[in-house]
């Protein structure tokens, strides 16, 4: 068999979010941090990455290089302000042809395969793949069967469209790429992938920039009293993320705990998002009529080192989510030494492993008890801070791009060397549904 061809050129998609936006706010979440940092990693060893993500406003640049090696393609696709992710399918036709417009711009045979993430990038990804004759890997991030199974009190489901969407990407990729065990078992279960594409590889994190550090400095930095008792919630403000639960939860444990009125404060670091962008003053209103609006503080997205900074300055980061596929926010947190309260869902529980609390459902006095109990207990917390930190070295984004090359050097195989060899012939790479990683 002739030797596999060098990877050169990939073609990273990501039609709805750009991962130039600020996370934490609208659609930008950690897909951006995960484009951003396989993109620039995979750059690091001499492959070339373009990102295409679609044009949001009319004064932003046709390209702007995002690192050395790495550029981002702003397409144009429908109005540049004012459409929800709901909207988008119905511009998938115009960004389709953006992207084919730019490749018939280059040389034949200039990209040699196509990562696409989020279903709406799946559905153009499978079509570029296909036009190119080069593979097709493709990374979910969320799932609507997931996501509708485990939905928060009054959110609105996701609609069938996108599903039929999901089932169609899933059959067209050559390799699909899942966070955890449990995502893998649910594109399986849900979806019926082929256990044969389906593999494991773990998001990473900034291990450079998420780093242990002083807590008094870093509560000097964010305007933090010194003594305060810090809960701290970062991401997007939408009932699917369930901040409301942190702040029920503060109320009831300020009820029994009237002593730490004084010291309590509550951080909401986010921005609205979805579903919760036609109710942006919800949470405040509630903080209201919990009685808790002094010990709230609402603080809009941040930029990546004073996230970390907040990260340092909390004592507990919490991260109540009704789904979540992997739960980034929570290895951030212990990789700065902040034990972690996280609900039992998707991929939290192997997020947050021996650093940090997992509590099952969303019952305020369920998440109250839990909180309480690790503000009352110094030397617990900071045996979780401790294994904090060594859980999330396991992860980073080096690692992470190590096993996506194996990936789609995998898929190459498959698209190159039909028909598809027997799986358990290849080297280091693990099947499902034995539920092994890479």
């Known amino acids: 068999m002739s030797p596999m061809p060098k990877l050169r050129r990939v073609a990273m ?3 709805h979010t750009s991962p130039l936006e600020q996370p934490g706010t609208g659609d930008a979440g950690g897909l ?4 951003a940092e396989v993109s620039k990693e995979l750059a690091r060893r001499g492959i070339e990455v373009e990102i295409f993500t679609r044009m949001t406003a009319g004064d932003m640049p046709l390209q702007t290089e995002l690192a050395p090696g790495v550029h981002v393609r702003n397409v144009i696709a429908g109005p540049f302000e004012g459409l929800a992710k709901e909207d988008l399918p119905g511009q998938l036709c115009a960004f389709a042809q953006g992207v084919m417009r730019a490749e018939a711009a280059r040389p034949e045979g200039w990209y040699d395969l196509v990562h696409s993430h989020y279903w709406l990038s799946g559905q153009v990804g499978w079509l570029a793949a296909d036009r190119w004759h080069v593979p097709l890997v493709h990374t979910m991030h969320t799932m609507a069967r997931v996501k509708n199974a485990q939905m928060a009190e009054g959110d609105t489901p996701e609609p069938l469209g996108r599903e039929i969407g999901e089932t169609q990407v ?8 899942a966070n955890t065990t449990g995502e893998a078992g649910e594109l399986i279960d849900l979806y019926a992938a082929d256990h044969r594409k389906v593999r494991v590889v773990s998001p990473g994190v900034d291990l450079e920039l998420f780093t242990p550090g002083d807590m008094a400095e870093a509560r000097a930095q964010v305007g933090l009293p010194l003594d305060a008792q810090v809960l701290l919630f970062v991401g997007r403000i939408q009932p699917l993320k369930a901040p ?5 939860a503060a109320a009831q444990l300020l009820s029994r705990r009237p002593d730490l009125r004084e010291k309590l404060v509550v951080v909401v670091l986010g921005g609205p998002s979805g579903s ?3 109710k942006p003053r919800l949470l405040h209103e509630l903080a209201q009529q919990l009685g808790i ?9 941040v930029d990546r080192a004073t996230l970390a900074q907040w990260y340092r300055a909390a004592d507990l980061v919490a991260v109540p989510s009704y789904s979540e596929s992997f739960g980034l926010v929570a290895v951030e947190a212990q990789a700065c030494g902040t034990p972690v309260v996280a609900a039992a869902v998707g991929g939290l529980p192997f997020a947050v492993g021996d650093g940090g609390l997992l509590i099952e459902g969303h019952e305020a006095a369920d998440w109250s008890a839990g909180l309480e ?4 207990d110094t030397d617990y917390r900071k045996l979780l801070s401790h294994n904090a930190v060594q859980h999330a070295s396991q992860f980073s984004w080096a690692a992470t791009t190590d096993r996506l090359l194996e990936v789609y050097s995998e898929a190459t195989a498959v698209r190159t060397s039909p028909p598809v060899p027997p799986i358990e012939n290849v080297p280091h790479l693990s099947i499902v549904p034995d539920m092994l990683t890479l």
Do not use: W
Request: no cysteine; glycine share 2%.
């Open 170 to 177: 899933v059959e067209a990729a050559d390799r699909l790429v």
């Open 13 to 15: 998609l990501s039609v």
């Open 244 to 248: 409301d639960v942190l702040l029920k």
């Open 293 to 301: 609006d002094a010990q709230v503080r609402f603080v809009p997205p």
């Open 276 to 278: 919760g962008l036609s």
């Open 373 to 376: 109990s690790l503000l009352s």
């Open 32 to 35: 951006n941090v995960y484009v």
